[in-house]
């Protein structure tokens, strides 16, 4: 990455800082001179995105972050406030889990819930408690296609990210006219990781893994979160949907 913008005195909290879409979207804001407040599990696996981002100029520092633990979401978001006026914090949990129905435990239910319904939620009211008394401010939101529709086996992912989509737009409702762009961003694609890959493969044959337009970079997702950031607010997006070009939908 590189620094291609003055610093500003604002931070990014990047909820579910992992190392594809979560890392790009930290590595994308950083360069706009943004401060970047990161979280994940296992927040040491955060030091080589620190390092990178620094190196070209920019500022980012975190932690471990169970986002499924309220009060662990109050404290982060509060921390990166304290480095300077929080205004965008992005949810960017995944939780992707396919099992048979009957396979389906309540554990992994539960869970799965928990981590991308739930912890949505968590993250969107405590931003807004933040951002509503100055009146401005951005929290978006990652879903899926399974948020749209539920296929086999995503009982329980399928229920989570439809549930988080709830969760998006009747935060947009209530937070969009007083200030507050709330968007929620479909990722409709298979996005271009070493465990998708080997996935794609595996059911597809080594072939697919050379079609054009069958995988999605993840510097896209962060592009997309970029241009939502930028919107006028007479023209707000709530719901934007990215695929590549050779997706099926």
């Not at 990455?1 to 804001?29: H, Q």
């Not at 100029?57 to 006026?85: C, H, K, M, W």
């Not at 229920?159 to 937070?175: D, I, Y």
């Not at 510097?219 to 990215?242: G, K, P």
Request: charged share 25%; aromatic share 10%; with cysteine.
């Amino acid at each position: 990455m590189t620094l291609s913008a003055p610093k500003r005195n604002a931070s990014v909290a990047v909820v579910g800082a992992g190392d594809y879409i979560g890392g790009e979207i930290a590595k994308k804001f950083a360069s706009e001179g943004f401060d970047v407040y990161a979280g994940r599990r296992g927040g040491d696996k955060l030091e080589g995105l620190f390092d990178e981002i620094r190196a070209a100029g920019g500022s980012a520092q975190g932690r471990s972050l169970d986002a499924r633990v309220p009060e662990d979401v109050t404290a982060f978001l509060q921390e990166a406030e304290a480095i300077s006026p929080l205004e965008v914090v992005i949810f960017n949990i995944g939780a992707n889990v396919n099992f048979p129905l009957v396979d389906t435990t309540d554990r992994v239910f539960r869970k799965v819930w928990e981590m991308a319904c739930f912890a949505g939620f968590v993250t969107g009211r405590e931003a807004a408690r933040i951002m509503l008394p100055r009146g401005k401010g951005n929290i978006f939101f990652t879903g899926a296609t399974a948020g749209l529709r539920g296929g086999a086996g995503y009982a329980a992912f399928a229920s989570a990210k439809f549930g988080l989509r709830a969760v998006a737009e009747a935060t947009a409702r209530e937070m969009m006219p007083q200030g507050l762009h709330v968007a929620h961003l479909v990722i409709d694609a298979a996005v271009d990781t070493a465990w998708v890959r080997n996935l794609v493969a595996s059911k597809e044959g080594a072939e697919a893994l050379e079609k054009e337009g069958r995988f999605m970079d993840p510097a896209a997702v962060a592009e997309a979160y970029w241009s939502l950031y930028n919107q006028r607010q007479d023209a707000w997006t709530f719901e934007m949907q990215i695929r590549p070009s050779g997706e099926t939908w």
